[in-house]
């Protein structure tokens, strides 16, 4: 089943938003295998962002994911890459649609408290950066035959 990888980021964590968030991807029907509280460094903070590097805002942007507590977690279920980023929002808070994560919760785009993979690959790769093999689960949880159905 797909999985990808969903950071609440030091502003999330700052303003009390886990709970809320982490409570959108499972009413949705998203299943969380692998969760933790991480301090990255900024060269952490780099190799994730590292697409971003020739971005002026990318120094930035790396000193803000490392100057907290990063809420890591791997979030699997059908489709969810794509759809992670629906609940996601878009970039720009200013211009993400209410309902959405970042359009209800944040307001620029530099605070904007979520990040989710953009592709199968990306999700490949940032998952295997943030999580070692054994920090992931892999169980069969009673509400997948309501989600999902049986056949
Ligand atoms: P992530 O899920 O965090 O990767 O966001 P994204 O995929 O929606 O956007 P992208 O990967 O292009 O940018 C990564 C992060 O850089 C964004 O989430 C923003 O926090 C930040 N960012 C992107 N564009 C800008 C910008 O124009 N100015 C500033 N200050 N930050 C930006
Ligand atoms: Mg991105």
């Known amino acids: 089943m797909e999985r990808t990888f969903i950071a609440i980021k030091p502003d999330g964590v700052q303003r009390g938003l886990i709970s809320e968030i982490i409570a959108r991807?499972?009413?949705k029907g998203f299943k969380l295998v692998a969760i933790k509280l991480v301090n990255?460094?900024?060269s952490f903070a780099q190799k994730h962002y590292h697409d971003l590097k020739e971005?002026?805002?990318?120094?930035?942007?790396?000193?803000?994911?490392?100057?907290?507590?990063?809420?890591?977690m791997v979030w699997e279920g059908e489709g969810v890459i794509k759809y992670g980023r629906k609940l996601?929002?878009?970039?720009?808070?200013?211009?993400?649609?209410p309902g959405t994560i970042r359009g209800?919760?944040?307001?620029?785009?530099?605070?904007?408290?979520?990040?989710?993979s953009d592709g199968?690959?990306?999700a490949k790769d940032e998952i295997n950066l943030w999580f070692k093999p054994e920090e992931l689960t892999s169980y069969t949880s009673n509400q997948e035959k309501w989600v999902y159905g049986v056949n």
């Not at 944040?106 to 605070?111: D, K, L, M, T």
Request: one cysteine or more.
């Open 25 to 27: 991807f499972e009413r």
């Open 88 to 97: 996601i929002g878009a970039t720009d808070p200013q211009k993400s649609e």
């Open 55 to 72: 971005r002026p805002f990318f120094d930035g942007l790396c000193d803000f994911l490392s100057s907290g507590p990063v809420l890591a």
């Open 120 to 122: 199968p690959e990306t």
């Open 40 to 42: 990255p460094t900024k």
């Open 104 to 116: 209800d919760l944040a307001v620029v785009v530099g605070r904007n408290i979520i990040h989710g």
